[in-house]
């Protein structure tokens, strides 16, 4: 089956479009909130191991900055488009928004293919990169964070050289970074500790039992990975998973923490023993109480809806499910719970990071992982009380709460001059 291919930025207006209306936010507003406030497109040239120079277009967007400094990740990767980057921002803001952290929406990204690189040319390229957008970034104004295909080694390339420009340490212009230079405890596990939580949260709501569920998790990056290690820590039976190369399956249950060790020796999850090979579109069709896309945009789509036979979908991932997707859940009875809420536990953990490296005082992981578990639950409940009230499903909650402090705090601000 083809992924339908949608524009991800007309899908986040779309969004955006839909909570304006059922909240009659004004015109200006709306205008306002619709349009990002800075995008910044760079090409600049990388020498590569072999003396040869190529030229690298990369991307910093800022959708809306009226609750605090932007925050969002950084991404490489050869799909990356300037359409993608405005999306993820304007997701981002929301994000920030609907579990009340002080932060407005980013994101950034570089077109290329990171498994084609040497770690020298890297290096090269994040550095590169991060003086580029360095004229936005900032510890005040913008703090970016890893995304797909970057991780707290490109992180740490990143601090350092906004450090050499600025003539000392500035630890707090990033977060996702190692411990060694201010990272936090608890980082690299927060995306998927944030899943872990709502969907427990969800599945108390439904009446469900984590020790009686199935759950299918497409992607076995960091989110996913660990995703599938927490949520089979719960009790759950993880009967499914995939990566790039395709996906497995086991109805009696697959042995998440072999799971681990054998993709970590193989590259792969490619011939696990024990399991049979499905297709990534199939995986998403297997019988099971609880689905997870934890990969890439628009892989719920309008094509295979009617036959995702979960009870619950969390988004891990951004975007994975299109506004036709969503209307047929909606149709359905499937209970969705929207990417700005349940991944947003890795911009809460950086949170709590940028707060640690202004401070320079850290928090231990017990501490970071009680304060996620709180913001992620509430977060949780007051979505689903705002879906209760105005009889809509959790996304459209979820929207109507977030978009409704953004413009809150845009109309407060005014309009300058």
């Not at 340490?169 to 970074?177: D, E, L, Q, R």
């Not at 499937?334 to 953990?349: K, L």
Request: net charge negative; charged share 20%; proline share 5%.
């Amino acid at each position: 089956m083809a992924i339908e291919i949608l524009n991800p930025y007309h899908v986040a207006v779309a969004q955006f479009d839909e909570a304006a209306e059922r909240l009659g936010l004004s015109q200006p507003l709306r205008a306002i909130l619709r349009k990002p406030k800075r995008e910044l497109i760079v090409n600049f040239p990388v020498r590569m191991d072999n003396g040869d120079v190529e030229m690298f277009t990369g991307y910093r967007v800022q959708h809306n900055i009226n609750r605090g400094p932007a925050k969002g990740g950084i991404r490489f990767s050869p799909e990356v488009s300037l359409d993608e980057v405005r999306a993820l921002a304007m997701w981002m803001t929301w994000k920030c928004a609907v579990v009340s952290i002080p932060f407005g929406g980013a994101k950034g990204g570089v077109i290329c293919d990171p498994r084609k690189l040497s770690s020298a040319e890297l290096e090269r390229l994040s550095r590169r990169y991060a003086t580029e957008i360095s004229i936005l970034i900032g510890p005040n104004s913008d703090i970016p964070a890893p995304d797909m295909n970057t991780n707290p080694q490109i992180m740490a390339w990143i601090m350092d050289t906004y450090s050499m420009h600025s003539g000392y340490s500035v630890p707090a212009v990033i977060t996702g970074k190692p411990l060694a230079i201010g990272g936090s405890e608890g980082r690299l596990e927060a995306t998927a500790r944030g899943v872990q939580v709502v969907t427990r949260e969800a599945m108390l709501k439904l009446g469900m039992q984590p020790d009686a569920c199935s759950v299918v998790i497409q992607g076995f990056g960091n989110v996913g990975s660990i995703s599938a290690r927490l949520l089979h820590e719960l009790g759950c039976k993880v009967v499914g998973l995939s990566d790039i190369n395709g996906g497995i399956y086991n109805a009696d249950g697959i042995n998440v923490h072999r799971a681990l060790r054998y993709s970590n020796e193989h590259g792969s999850l490619e011939g696990l023993p024990d399991t049979e090979a499905v297709t990534n579109a199939e995986l998403l069709e297997l019988p099971c109480d609880v689905l997870i896309p934890a990969a890439l945009e628009n892989q719920l789509t309008g094509r295979n809806a009617s036959r995702v036979k979960a009870c619950l979908i969390v988004e891990a991932a951004n975007g994975p499910t299109t506004p036709d997707a969503d209307h047929i859940f909606t149709d359905r009875g499937i209970t969705v719970v929207p990417d700005i809420m349940a991944n947003a536990g890795g911009v809460t953990v950086s949170y709590f990071e940028w707060v640690q490296d202004l401070q320079r005082f850290f928090w231990a992981e017990d501490e970071i992982n009680h304060r996620l578990e709180s913001i992620m639950t509430r977060a949780f409940h007051a979505v689903q009380r705002k879906a209760e009230e105005q009889e809509t499903n959790l996304r459209v909650g979820a929207y109507l709460l977030a978009v409704a402090r953004v413009a809150e705090a845009t109309e407060i601000r005014g309009v300058y001059p």
